[in-house]
C-alpha cells in the first residue's frame, strides 16, 4: 500500500530564504507526482508535474525534482514571498489512477 | 476555459438530509474523481468515474455515499442522511482521457452538518 510522507510538517522561515520541502513515498512503481498549493479554505493549484521518467520540472523560483529509486521528491523555493505562504502537497499515482497524497506541509513566511 | 467547477461552494444540512454536490469537468476532460478532506487531515481518494462508468470506488463509504457522471451533465456524490462526521470539503479533479496530464482540482464544496 503506498504511503507518502512530507517533511517536515510545518515551517515559517523571513522572507527571502530559499526553502525545501521534502516528499518520500514507500512505494516506487509511480506514473507521475504532482506538487499542489492549498491556500486556507481553497481548492488545489496544480504547481509541478514530473513524469516517472524525469528527474525535474522547473516553473518559475520553483524546482521539484524526483528520485524514484529511492522513493523521495523535493520541492525547491527559491527566494521566498509572504505570498508563498500557503499549505503544500505531493501527491503520486501509479497511472491514471486516483492520487495519493501526503500530509502536507504548511509554510509560511513573514516579511 | 473556466476550469472543474463545482458548486455549491458552501452547503449546509441537518443531520438526515441529503447532500448532493455537483462538479463540471474542465473542458475536453472526461475523466472524475472525488476526494474529501476531513477537518486537519489529507485528502483522500474516493471515487473514480468515467462517462457513465464508474471506474473505482475503492475509498467510497459502504453506504449512504453514491456518485455518478451521467453521459449529459455534471457529476454528482449524493450523500443520504448525513451525519456529523460527514462534515468536510469534498474535492472534485479531472483529467483528460491522454495518460500523464496530471489534474486540475475544483474549488471544492465544504459541507457542514449541524
Known amino acids: 500500500k503506498q504511503e507518502v510522507t512530507q517533511i517536515p510538517a510545518a515551517l515559517s522561515v523571513p522572507e527571502g530564504e530559499n526553502l525545501v520541502l521534502n516528499c518520500s513515498f514507500t512505494d516506487s512503481a509511480i506514473y507521475n507526482l504532482q506538487w499542489f498549493r492549498q491556500d486556507p479554505g481553497k481548492g488545489l493549484t496544480s504547481l509541478l508535474l514530473i513524469q516517472s521518467s524525469q528527474r525535474e520540472q522547473t516553473s518559475g523560483r520553483l524546482n521539484a525534482s524526483l528520485d524514484k529509486s529511492s522513493g523521495r521528491s523535493t520541492l525547491y523555493i527559491a527566494a521566498s514571498q509572504p505570498g508563498d505562504s500557503a499549505t503544500y502537497l505531493c501527491?503520486?499515482?501509479?497511472?491514471?489512477?486516483?492520487?495519493?497524497f501526503g500530509t502536507g506541509t504548511r509554510l509560511q513566511v513573514f516579511p | 476555459n473556466a476550469g472543474v467547477m463545482q458548486n455549491p461552494r458552501h452547503l449546509v444540512r441537518r443531520r438526515g438530509q441529503e447532500a448532493r454536490l455537483r462538479c463540471s469537468p474542465m473542458?475536453?476532460?472526461?475523466?472524475v474523481y472525488w476526494y474529501r478532506q476531513l477537518p486537519e487531515e489529507g485528502l483522500k481518494f474516493m471515487v473514480y468515474?468515467?462517462?457513465?462508468?464508474?471506474?473505482?470506488e475503492s475509498g467510497m463509504p459502504k453506504e449512504r455515499f453514491s456518485a455518478e457522471f451521467p453521459k449529459e451533465g455534471p457529476s454528482i456524490l449524493r450523500i443520504q442522511q448525513v451525519v456529523r462526521g460527514d462534515s468536510a470539503a469534498y474535492f472534485c479533479?479531472?483529467?483528460?482521457?491522454?495518460?500523464?496530464?496530471?489534474?486540475?482540482f475544483g474549488s471544492g464544496t465544504r459541507l457542514t452538518v449541524v
Open positions: 473542458k475536453g476532460h472526461s475523466h
Open positions: 479533479a479531472s483529467s483528460p482521457p491522454i495518460v500523464g496530464y496530471g489534474y486540475t
Open positions: 468515474l468515467q462517462k457513465e462508468n464508474i471506474i473505482d
Open positions: 501527491a503520486v499515482s501509479h497511472n491514471t489512477d486516483k492520487l495519493i
